[in-house]
């Protein structure tokens, strides 16, 4: 199993201001994903968080909104830029461990909320 | 401020009934299936996964079926405890997405005493 921890676990945000979420796991994972969850909804896939290189985003996500860091295999950050209230979510962290086995787990989540 | 499945539908059981939670999936090629418990405030926990070249699979007071041919998936929980109060998603897998994850719907669980 994986343990994450994100930062902060909630914030309350200006419009058109930037918050940066961190993402740390106690142990090396291969894979990193990030996850938006809009109030009373299910999770999106915004992008997969890759090392050393590029995020992954999925339709719908652009970088320039939501860039991802990972500079190396425990830690991962996004970012949500220039907010506005939409963007007012739940956005979770999540890894797989290994190949082959299905389960990955999650972090407990920021809550942003944007004024 | 706003809870976790405040939207989503909600099946409303009493203790110590059991409870089917259903879930519709659209990609006929998912390599496997999660279902995920989500409680306010937490990140989704896993509950059991099953493969799609399985149509059963048995957990501890939980079972996952699976029918490929409507692409849809169950969850049935026995004797339901009002610890099992949460909103609860199926997702969709994919044999080298590394745990990439489609997400479904969601059901809000309410166990009544």
């Known amino acids: 199993s994986a343990v994450i921890s994100q930062k902060p676990s909630r914030d309350i945000c200006q419009r058109g201001t930037s918050l940066t979420i961190q993402c740390q796991v106690d142990?090396?994972?291969?894979?990193m994903f990030w996850y938006r969850q809009q109030p009373g909804q299910s999770l999106t896939l915004i992008a997969t968080?890759?090392?050393?290189?590029?995020?992954?985003?999925e339709s719908g996500f652009v970088i320039d909104k939501f860039p991802i860091s990972r500079p190396n295999l425990t830690f991962s950050t996004l970012t949500v830029s220039n907010m506005s209230p939409e963007d007012s979510s739940i956005y979770l962290c999540s890894v797989g461990t290994q190949t082959g086995n299905t389960e990955a787990f999650f972090g407990q989540g920021t809550r942003l909320t944007v004024v | 401020g706003e809870s976790v499945g405040l939207h989503l539908p909600t099946l409303s059981v009493q203790e110590g009934d059991n409870s089917i939670i259903n879930c519709a999936y659209s990609?006929?090629?998912?390599?496997?299936f999660i279902w995920y418990k989500q409680e306010s405030g937490k990140g989704p926990q896993f509950i059991i996964d099953i493969r799609s070249n399985m149509d059963k699979r048995q957990g501890q007071r939980v079972t996952v079926l699976l029918n490929k041919t409507v692409k849809h998936l169950s969850l049935q929980i026995a004797a339901t405890q009002p610890g099992d109060s949460a909103v609860y998603f199926c997702?969709?897998?994919?044999?080298?997405?590394?745990?990439?994850?489609?997400f479904g719907a969601g059901t809000r669980l309410a166990v009544h005493p």
């Open positions: 990609n006929s090629a998912s390599d496997y």
């Open positions: 142990s090396q994972v291969t894979m």
């Open positions: 997702a969709e897998g994919f044999s080298g997405g590394y745990n990439k994850l489609i």
């Open positions: 968080a890759n090392q050393g290189s590029e995020a992954t985003y």
